[in-house]
């Protein structure tokens, strides 16, 4: 199983950032699975942002929960994270990961079966 992360380098302040993440190698759906959305802004942690589960249902970090969606178009194997109202302090490498498990709040890789290769968004005018 492969995950890719796609979407825009840079983003203005305010804008709403989209990002793709697609998976090959299996279906999304082929058994009950967890892809979530995690970040790493410049010189700090991991910072879980998000899950939807192969059911549909979403789960969201509180602290994000007023400007993050996450939908899925299982037909295409892609799952896609929205963050509104985005500021300089999103300025991140995101990922887009697999679980088994629900794992809410959780960072620590080895938890998840597959992650991206993260991809940079910056956040700036």
């Known amino acids: 199983v492969h995950l890719q992360e796609s979407g825009p380098g840079l983003v203005k302040p305010s804008q709403t950032l989209s990002l793709t993440c697609t998976v090959s190698?299996?279906?999304?759906?082929?058994?009950?699975?967890?892809w979530s959305w995690i970040r790493q802004p410049p010189g700090k942690g991991l910072e879980w942002m998000g899950t939807?589960?192969?059911?549909?249902?979403?789960y969201y970090s509180p602290s994000l929960k007023s400007r993050t969606s996450i939908f899925a178009d299982t037909a295409n194997d892609q799952f896609t994270l929205q963050l509104r109202s985005v500021a300089p302090e999103d300025t991140a490498v995101y990922y887009c990961?697999?679980?088994?498990?629900?794992?809410?709040?959780?960072?620590?890789?080895?938890?998840?079966?597959?992650w991206g290769q993260g991809t940079q968004v910056t956040v700036s005018s």
């Open positions: 990961a697999r679980s088994t498990k629900l794992l809410l709040g959780v960072t620590e890789a080895a938890l998840y079966d597959y």
């Open positions: 190698g299996g279906s999304m759906t082929t058994n009950y699975y967890y």
């Open positions: 939807i589960a192969t059911s549909g249902s979403t």
